[in-house]
């Protein structure tokens, strides 16, 4: 605990007394002050501050124990820092230093114990420092000193001090060497050492001494942009015989225009160097020159003529005659190569790279047939035509193919890759496919990469990725299929570890839904999985992330679940409640289309049996015996035997009868099957819409029973009723207010308005005449 | 116009950058073509030279671009922007450094070193229809980091 909060309180001081400029980068403890405006380096670091980053600030000088207070320091860069004196002993103290730089410093003066207490510095850089000779930089007390860049500086002289000897990487380029005498490289010549790498590019090499390099072995050497012209060149790789190389790099950087014509004698010097792995590059080659003069190289087994505008007519006559041993051979970049027979010859070939050179004759010819231990073969941008199915027959060990860029007959597809057993990565990119056989993949068992981006893909059946077991990474972007089948999709998520699906034409519409749920999925699982996979249809997500319209589907189908849930329960809630009239509706519907019945009874009485006898003596004798006569329709008499009771009340009361008598007394309310009637009765005049009910309340009846019956109580409180009560008076008025409400709404009945049956034969009369109008 | 890109490296040596905003500085000025440029660089300035001063882009010009390094070019793509009159034509990225293959002598350079690419340029085409033309320029490094950035003006007025 303390010791954090020392090293926060450390850090405020950092922080404080350099100007809150300096940021502190995390793990290791490394300060990056670069661009502070520091002219002297902080002193109050964190102890244990392993890279300090001083880079543009004006220090202008490095005093005496500069960095003493900072001894655990790995790496100090001091670009730029307008250093032109370092004080002796500046870097005392810092014994735990690798890695030092001073590029871009002009530091006029370097003594003998500049670097004095750097015992494990082993790379040092000092590139710009105007530096005019290797032997002023006091690097002998460096004992651990693998890596000097001493590029871009005035060095003239190519003498190497014995210390400088036992370095691994010593970078000279872009200075002002020219000539190279022969005892410069003397100090290497007696030390066996060959790991040195000594790069040489951009000095204008014009007079190497012929023996400078005589047994000299080097691990690479570079010699970019060092010739100024075709006869320079051949003179000075004539002078540098003798030297090994495990690595030599000649040749120019781009845009150096200047034409070099092919001879023999321009790389003749090559022939007596002993050369492992050879790069030319940059040079711009006069066309159709090559062919004639093969490089002679026996021990070559690398070769790399890439970017030099290469025009080869018979490949590779030059190559194969002069080159026994070689195994990789890099032509890409270059214009034309026209394989020819001879090309058969280089079956010991292991790694072959044609890539953006104009290739003939391949795909029409089975040109590697004998190419049985080529392993990688890159064809892509060589604007071939495959057309037969033996264009790749014979590649038994490859493991890499890059064809991107070509052309495939759709007819060979399903063939072409039946011998590339051993095939790890395919790269068939923009090769504008449509269509893939289901047979094209089945041989390639170890097929673990394949590109089939940029083609013209309308589906991506599972039966064509199925036989690549050893499958883990697909990219299929930039095609045009608009979602995958569930076969694929399963298939990319059992196999695969990373696919790239994104920019394809996707369909976001709802019946995708497997396809954008699988998706979704996708962004929570360990598969690695292209990012922006846009909708391109329908119109209204265009530009939609997958992802997000899988949400929005979603929700649109749980909304709908939910209405559709919200619905079932109200119609469910007045079902429950309405079930009764719901069944006497659908039983009176039933029956309504042939609603055409004769209504030949004036009144449909309800009653409870319990009060028949009051119907029977006041009720029938006083309608169906008064005028007019009123033709009533009661259970006990009318109904028609044999039929079921809902049948007859429905069918022969309620249809035929233009009204309904209802009476109502104690029984009435306690009977099932009155309270069914009167429901009926109710429904029915809901659906002929008009009023037929009339209720004679034939007793005082207890309310409390009466709103059990919803209904009843209801159409009571709503309507005018018939009371039944004692007394003269009373009764006439209640039988004339019966009579007067039975004959509303018939017309037959109008004319006979009196009580009593004065003019009965009139009115009989008037009812023939209504018949006959009829 | 080579003291003027001696002068611009030598100010930036001496000051290095402070200020927000560069000035323009003037590539050529004919009768045909007046090109201009200036530093979206917030660190630094650029020197540009472009020589001869042609309308007609099918002709070898010496371009010279100078700029010091604030990060390692291992890697190093360029990002182009091109307007017409006001009205945004097309964008471009180009690979100037790969790390296996460097094409150009510049790449893999380290920080702090001052590059400067003195080399002829084709751009091909035809030349220069009449108007104006914006182009932003962007050198973009393996951290994404600018390593130079410049705004380009141009104004064509062919005399025919």
Not at chain 1, 341 to 358: A, G, K, P
Request: charged content about 20%; some cysteine.
């Amino acid at each position: 605990m303390d010791h954090r909060w020392i090293f926060l309180l450390s850090l405020w001081c950092v922080f404080d007394s350099a100007g809150s400029c300096c940021v502190e980068e995390l793990p290791p403890v490394s300060i990056n002050c670069y661009k502070c405006n520091l002219s002297v380096a902080p002193m109050d670091l964190p102890k244990h501050t392993t890279r300090l980053d001083l880079s543009f600030n004006p220090l202008k000088s490095l005093s005496r124990n500069h960095f003493l207070q900072m001894s655990k320091l790995e790496l100090l860069d001091l670009t730029r820092c307008s250093i032109s004196l370092i004080e002796d002993h500046a870097f005392f103290g810092l014994e735990h230093l690798h890695t030092l730089i001073l590029t871009g410093n002009p530091i006029e003066r370097w003594s003998s114990s500049t670097f004095s207490g750097l015992e494990s510095l082993q790379r040092l850089v000092v590139v710009e420092t105007s530096l005019t000779s290797l032997s002023n930089l006091p690097v002998m007390q460096l004992p651990l000193l693998k890596e000097l860049n001493v590029a871009k500086n005035l060095l003239k002289s190519l003498f190497l001090p014995i210390y400088l000897s036992s370095l691994h990487i010593l970078d000279l380029r872009a200075n002002q060497i020219a000539n190279i005498k022969e005892d410069d490289l003397d100090n290497l010549r007696n030390t066996k050492l060959s790991n040195l790498s000594l790069i040489l590019s951009q000095n204008p090499l014009t007079n190497i001494v012929p023996g400078s390099f005589r047994s000299i072995s080097l691990h690479m050497l570079h010699l970019k942009g060092c010739f100024s012209s075709a006869n320079v060149m051949e003179s000075n790789l004539k002078a540098m015989s003798g030297l090994f190389v495990e690595k030599l790099v000649i040749g120019h950087y781009r845009n150096y225009l200047k034409t070099i014509d092919l001879k023999s004698e321009r790389v003749e010097g090559l022939c007596n160097m002993n050369i492992e792995e050879l790069t030319i590059t940059g040079m711009h080659f006069s066309q159709n020159t090559f062919h004639e003069y093969p490089i002679e190289v026996p021990n070559l087994e690398f070769l790399d003529l890439s970017r030099n505008v290469l025009n080869i007519d018979k490949c590779c006559l030059q190559i194969s005659d002069g080159i026994s041993n070689l195994l990789h051979l890099n032509l890409s970049y270059n214009r034309q190569v026209v394989l020819y027979s001879v090309f058969l010859n280089l079956s010991h070939l292991q790694s072959l790279d044609f890539s953006h050179t104009e290739l003939t004759n391949v795909g029409v010819y089975p040109i590697f047939v004998l190419m049985d231990k080529l392993i990688y073969l890159d064809l892509s941008n060589t604007k071939s035509h495959f057309s037969i199915q033996c264009s790749f027959c014979g590649l038994y060990s490859l493991q890499v193919l890059k064809v991107s860029h070509s052309v495939f007959e759709t007819n060979i597809l399903a063939s072409v890759f039946k011998d590339l057993k051993e095939l790890r990565l395919l790269d068939m990119s923009s090769c504008g496919l449509i269509y893939i056989p289901v047979e094209t993949f089945a041989s390639l068992k170890l097929l673990q990469k394949l590109d089939l981006s940029n083609n013209k893909l309308l589906e991506l059946q599972g039966s064509v990725l199925n036989p690549l077991n050893d499958l883990t990474i697909l990219n299929v972007s930039s095609n045009s299929f608009p979602s995958l089948s569930s076969e694929t999709t399963q298939f990319i998520s059992q196999n695969l570890s990373e696919v790239d699906l994104s920019n394809n034409p996707f369909d976001c519409s709802c019946n995708q839904m497997p396809f954008l749920l699988w998706v979704y999925e996708q962004s929570n699982r360990r598969l690695r999985f292209s990012n922006s996979l846009k909708c391109q249809t329908p119109e209204y997500l265009q530009g939609t992330q997958l992802s997000e319209v899988n949400l929005i589907c979603n929700l649109t189908i749980y909304v709908c679940f939910g209405v559709f849930v919200v619905i079932t329960a109200i119609a469910g809630g007045m079902f429950y409640c309405y079930k009764q009239k719901y069944f006497h509706l659908c039983y009176l519907l039933q029956t309504h289309n042939n609603h055409n019945v004769e209504k030949e009874y004036d009144a449909f009485v309800i009653h409870s049996s319990l009060d028949e006898e009051w119907v029977k003596e006041h009720l029938v004798p006083k309608l169906e015996d008064g005028a007019p006569r009123f033709q009533l329709c009661l259970h006990y008499r009318d109904f028609i035997p044999g039929i079921p009771i809902t049948t007859n009340i429905v069918n022969e009361g309620i249809r035929r009868s233009r009204k309904a008598l209802i009476i109502v007394s104690q029984n009435f309310i306690e009977s099932k099957w009155c309270s069914f009637e009167f429901e009926m009765v109710m429904s029915w005049q809901f659906l002929e819409s008009q009023c037929g009910i009339i209720v004679i309340l034939l007793e005082a009846v207890n309310m409390a029973h009466l709103k059990h019956m919803l209904g009843l109580n209801k159409y009571l409180r709503k309507n005018t009723y018939l009371k039944w009560v004692d007394g003269y008076v009373e009764r006439k008025v209640f039988w004339r207010r019966l009579r007067e409400a039975l004959q509303k709404g018939d017309e037959s009945k109008l004319c006979a308005p009196q009580l009593d049956n004065n003019n009965g034969d009139v009115c009989e009369e008037q009812n023939e005449h209504n018949r006959m109008k009829l | 116009m080579k003291n003027f890109v001696i002068f611009l490296i030598i100010s930036q040596l001496l000051f290095p950058g402070e200020m927000k905003e560069w000035p323009t500085h003037t590539i050529c000025k004919t009768e045909e073509v007046e090109a201009y440029y200036k530093s979206c660089d917030p660190m630094q300035d650029a020197g540009l030279s472009m020589d001869p001063c042609y309308r007609s882009l099918g002709k070898r010009l010496m371009a010279k671009i100078g700029v010091i390094l604030r990060q390692d070019i291992n890697l190093l793509y360029m990002n182009s922007r091109i307007g017409y009159n006001g009205v945004y034509l097309f964008h471009e990225e180009k690979t100037l450094c790969e790390k296996t293959a460097p094409k150009f002598s510049f790449c893999g350079k380290k920080k702090g070193e001052f590059v400067l690419y003195n080399h002829s340029v084709k751009i091909g085409g035809p030349s220069l229809p009449k108007g104006e033309y914006f182009i932003n320029l962007e050198l973009i490094n393996e951290n994404n980091y600018i390593i130079a950035c410049v705004n380009f003006t141009v104004y064509s007025h062919p005399t025919v």
